[in-house]
């Protein structure tokens, strides 16, 4: 998913067989909602139960139209089944909780959506409450289903050789850690890194489905984990997701603002892909100095988020599991108006990490991409959970005998 700096680039110019992002978006300032006051959490902190929660303002009191309502409705609805089959990995929730909100959502009357949030939910902060929001979308790239001139870059399936590790099967210190790696010899190591990967090591190891016209392009696919290719012959193909290489997500963005190479206005996603086709050799390193290397498989139909669900533009949305539950909505309160509504958290992202930290998803086209592309904003968060949760969790803590199982 994303991690992109605000702002808007300037001055663009498309050269010959180069993709030419769509401009960012001025955003609309709003005044977000200040959060609840609480004590201070501790930094390292794993999960929404041991960062703390406490509750936020009344549902009816949020501001949530209608209209934002309905369509996070569907999206809830569509999450049930995960919500109530899943463990909840933030340990808050158990899938009984859900069980009367979702048999409410089947049948909720049009033009009361948002009534049922407010009957059926209570919205909690999570530690200090303070959010960060960036955005992702559905690109678009030129691609070919085989190698030719102007089309060379692999866009490789998940390798046959890359192992994923639930270091939970070994010790219950380690519980919901995973790696991915692997074997060498009689020795499990790091997989390829993105340099290695980029430099042929994966040649008879993993299937190359399409062919990607710009390194650039297919860099910022992987970004946002799916996206569609255009073929020559005008047809398109959709990939999404499958894996990824284990190793770590390095945002550039940050990484170009702090070394002074992009200039006031430069820091949108348009801003940083002008700067890499300006600058090739220095941008392929500095792209190179992002280690995860995501790997897809072809797609059908829509794009689907981490439950295996369709992603919707403008209500769906990734966060960090261990601090939102995955099929929960969740209200942004925040100094962009745009993102100001209520989501509904379908998705996870490699660099989402943490309490309070949102990834908007916008669908595709233009308009997603130009929203996405500069989107870095900030406010407060309160999580949707089913009435009745914060008292549970409170009874746990005093008994000490808190559980997040269904």
């Not at 909690?124 to 089309?151: C, H, L, N």
């Not at 060498?184 to 190891?205: K, N, S």
């Not at 500069?374 to 959970?385: D, E, K, Q, S, Y």
């Amino acid at each position: 998913m994303a991690l992109l700096l605000a702002g808007c680039g300037g001055g663009q110019v498309a050269r010959p067989n180069q993709y030419r992002p769509a401009p960012a978006r001025t955003p609309v300032r709003t005044t977000p909602i200040a959060p609840q006051p609480t004590q201070p959490v501790a930094p390292a902190t794993a999960t929404a139960a041991s960062a703390g929660v406490i509750a936020g303002p009344p549902v009816y009191t949020l501001p949530i139209d209608e209209p934002d309502a309905a369509r996070a409705l569907t999206a809830f609805r569509s999450s049930c089944g995960a919500l109530q089959r899943r463990p909840d990995s933030s340990g808050l929730t158990r899938g009984s909780d859900w069980a009367p909100a979702c048999t409410a959502a089947a049948t909720v009357p049009t033009g009361e959506a948002r009534a049922f949030f407010a009957q059926y939910f209570e919205a909690v902060q999570v530690g200090d409450g303070k959010a960060f929001a960036t955005g992702y979308y559905e690109p678009e790239i030129r691609g070919s289903r085989d190698r030719r001139g102007g089309y060379d870059v692999p866009i490789y399936a998940r390798p046959r050789d890359l192992v994923d590790v639930d270091l939970g099967a070994f010790s219950d210190t380690l519980k919901g850690k995973r790696i991915r790696g692997h074997v060498v010899g009689q020795t499990f190591v790091p997989y390829d890194d993105r340099t290695a990967i980029e430099q042929g090591t994966l040649d008879g190891r993993a299937q190359i489905i399409a062919w990607a016209a710009d390194p650039i392009d297919l860099f910022f696919l992987q970004i946002q984990g799916s996206g569609r290719l255009r073929l020559p012959d005008g047809s398109v193909i959709r990939i999404g997701y499958d894996s990824q290489n284990g190793r770590d997500y390095t945002g550039i963005g940050a990484l170009m603002k702090k070394r002074g190479l992009l200039a006031p206005g430069q820091s949108s996603m348009q801003g940083l892909v002008q700067w890499l086709h300006d600058h090739p050799e220095q941008g392929r390193d500095i792209m190179r100095e992002n280690k995860s290397y995501v790997f897809f498989r072809e797609q059908s139909g829509p794009p689907l988020g981490a439950l295996g669900l369709a992603v919707t533009g403008g209500v769906s949305a990734a966060a960090d599991p261990y601090f939102v539950p995955l099929g929960a909505p969740v209200l942004l309160s925040m100094d962009r108006a745009d993102a100001s509504r209520l989501w509904v958290v379908q998705d996870t992202g490699g660099a989402i990490k943490g309490a309070n930290r949102i990834d908007t998803f916008w669908g595709a086209g233009a308009d997603a991409e130009a929203t996405a592309g500069g989107m870095a904003a900030h406010g407060t968060a309160f999580l949707l959970l089913p009435v009745g949760t914060l008292a549970r969790l409170s009874g746990e803590r005093a008994y000490g005998n808190a559980s997040s199982q269904p």
